[in-house]
T-cell receptor, first 114, second 116 residues
Framework: NAGVMQNPRHLVRRRGQEARLRCSPMKGHSHVYWYRQLPEEGLKFMVYLQKENIIDESGMPKERFSAEFPKEGPSILRIQQVVRGDSAAYFC????????????FGPGTRLLVL | KQEVTQIPAALSVPEGENLVLNCSFTDSAIYNLQWFRQDPGKGLTSLLLIQSSQREQTSGRLNASLDKSSGRSTLYIAASQPGDSATYLCAVRTNAGGTSYGKLTFGQGTILTVHP
């Protein structure tokens, strides 16, 4: 059973470009979470999704950031018009259908904005 | 708003020592608490999950305790090895119900170095 997969592992963008980060949850997991780890800071929750639904987006910046988890395919975290402050490691986690279960984390995508 | 603090921020010990990492949280209404390990440039590996109704969990040389009323958890590592060197993160899931049910609130982590 493959773990949580994220791609790309490293992404370089210039200011103003768009960044698309993908997350494939573990098989059988229908809950996906995105977290961001800024340099020298801890992990911060961004958004919690189930298939086709955003459950909690209280940690998402109000502008430029969006997330989806379609019925088919991976979850996507999209950052429009990136700025240098978006440079961070973005982690995706998944858990089974029952809430309260362990969250399993992917290896992360390291975004560098030049 | 839940806040999680980990002490110490960094710890360096010789191989073979037993050690304790501390985690405290401000809102005791938690659903569970999870300890993770993060290696440089890598993702997070779940070590132990303690439900709010439990007092401790053990896995090999690791033992985690939970005192929900005082808002504290400790991670005990027995007979430390150089391979234990990593950042250890504590995370709580607050039992706020509704949509905030899923998210984890993380501490800043403890950077552990075990030298031979």
């Amino acid at each position: 059973n493959a773990g949580v997969m994220q791609n790309p592992r490293h992404l370089v963008r210039r200011r103003g470009q768009e960044a698309r980060l993908r997350c494939s949850p573990m098989k059988g997991h229908s809950h996906v979470y995105w977290y961001r780890q800024l340099p020298e800071e801890g992990l911060k929750f961004m958004v919690y999704l189930q298939k086709e639904n955003i459950i909690d987006e209280s940690g998402m910046p109000k502008e430029r950031f969006s997330a989806e988890f379609p019925k088919e395919g991976p979850s996507i975290l999209r950052i429009q018009q990136v700025v240098r402050g978006d440079s961070a490691a973005y982690f995706c986690a998944s858990s089974p259908y029952r809430t309260g279960e362990t969250q399993y984390f992917g290896p992360g995508t390291r975004l560098l904005v030049l | 708003k839940q806040e999680v603090t980990q002490i110490p921020a960094a710890l360096s010990v010789p191989e073979g020592e037993n050690l304790v990492l501390n985690c405290s949280f401000t809102d005791s209404a938690i659903y569970n608490l999870q300890w993770f390990r993060q290696d440089p440039g890598k993702g997070l590996t779940s070590l132990l999950l303690i439900q709010s109704s439990q007092r401790e969990q053990t896995s090999g040389r690791l033992n985690a305790s939970l005192d929900k009323s005082s808002g504290r958890s400790t991670l005990y590592i027995a007979a430390s090895q150089p391979g234990d060197s990593a950042t250890y993160l504590c995370a709580v899931r607050t039992n706020a119900g509704g949509t905030s049910y899923g998210k984890l609130t993380f501490g800043q982590g403890t950077i552990l170095t075990v030298h031979p």
